[in-house]
């Protein structure tokens, strides 16, 4: 492990939020400075994040800058997703991570390919295309950033002997993407591996062997949405359902399983309910409230967009969710620790 990284003693002076927004004062002279490690965990509290706008059409400092002024707050980690041979990250989000008066962190969300199998890319057929990434990577952006890579394996899983996409396959591709990246030169993605968060994947008798190993495997995610099944942020990291009485829910699992790693809510998003308008306002108080009973949990990135597949989840599409949502932008428990600066 490298040093632990240079970080301001101020979270004032990393967080600096949009005019007219008020933060708590500095730190007492003597208090024991918040840092992040060199995989990115902050010592205080947890990140706090988004991916902003999402489906709007937006340019992502556009969408950024537009959440940023709804919420009244910075963004600590801005949640960016690419596929196939794109190069990341862009000259827009370079310099939103770079930004001198509110850096962010970048979580960078990769899907190597749309075409090749999991067993075609772990037998090297994309090594150019993963070079050509690393090259790119080594000049343009030595930050450490987090990199997750095909997130929400679980429904892309088919058990057929042969598939190419059997959950084994995904793990040696993973690894395999990790492993190259390394041996170019990339020494700054901090690895993530992130599950959807649904306990019916859960009971599926290949779920374990997704996992790729704690050597490729910094923190590990979970992209779970307050479905209507799901009343506050308990239910939400820890969902259970009766029809699989074994599982005891992801953070449970998570827990218990990775003791030592970070976890990540990756993605989480609360959808309208027609008949409950009050619903996002009080689920996001549920999330003030609870959120500490989850020490784990280093990192809450918000998936924002009017348009989302199952809904709704942008946070202020009322008034009273937008007060609530603000509130816990603004939180001590997110301002504790300042991101680390380029």
């Known amino acids: 492990m490298v040093a632990v990284l240079a970080a301001c003693s101020s979270a004032e002076g990393s967080h600096a939020p949009p005019p007219g927004v008020r933060v708590p004062a500095a730190k007492p002279a003597g208090t024991p400075a918040c840092t992040a490690t060199s995989r990115l965990i902050p010592s205080c509290g947890a990140w706090w994040g988004m991916a902003p706008e999402v489906f709007t059409g937006a340019d992502i400092e556009q969408a950024l800058h537009g959440a940023e002024e709804r919420m009244g707050a910075a963004a600590d980690v801005l949640h960016v997703y690419h596929r196939g041979s794109e190069l990341f990250p862009t000259e827009a989000e370079v310099r939103l991570a770079r930004d001198p008066a509110r850096p962010r962190l970048l979580m960078i969300n990769w899907k190597p390919s749309l075409e090749r199998t999991w067993a075609e890319i772990a037998k090297g057929e994309l090594d150019a295309r993963i070079d050509r990434l690393a090259g790119y990577l080594r000049r343009t952006f030595p930050e450490r950033f987090f990199l997750t890579l095909h997130h929400e394996p679980e429904n892309d899983v088919d058990a057929a002997t042969g598939s190419g996409m059997r959950a084994a396959d995904y793990a040696a591709m993973f690894r395999h993407v990790v492993q190259r990246l390394r041996a170019g030169g990339v020494k700054n993605a901090v690895m993530v591996m992130t599950y959807m968060g649904a306990p019916n994947w859960a009971a599926e008798p290949w779920f374990e062997e997704l996992y790729p190993g704690d050597d490729v495997v910094d923190w590990v995610a979970m992209d779970p949405y307050a479905d209507d099944r799901v009343q506050d942020f308990d239910g939400l990291v820890n969902k259970t359902r009766k029809e699989y009485p074994d599982w005891p829910g992801f953070y449970r699992w998570m ?57 709704d989840t942008s946070f202020d599409s009322d008034p009273g969710a937008d007060r609530a949502f603000s509130a816990l932008a603004r939180d001590r428990y997110f301002r504790a620790t300042p991101v680390p600066r380029p």
Request: charged residues 30%; proline residues 11%.
């Open 255 to 311: 827990q218990a399983r990775f003791p030592g790693k970070p976890v990540m809510v990756a993605e989480w998003g609360v959808f309208e309910r027609p008949d409950d308008r009050a619903f996002k306002r009080k689920f996001f108080e549920s999330v003030l409230r609870q959120i500490k009973r989850y020490p784990q949990i280093k990192a809450l990135l918000y998936f924002d967009s009017p348009q989302a597949p199952r809904g």
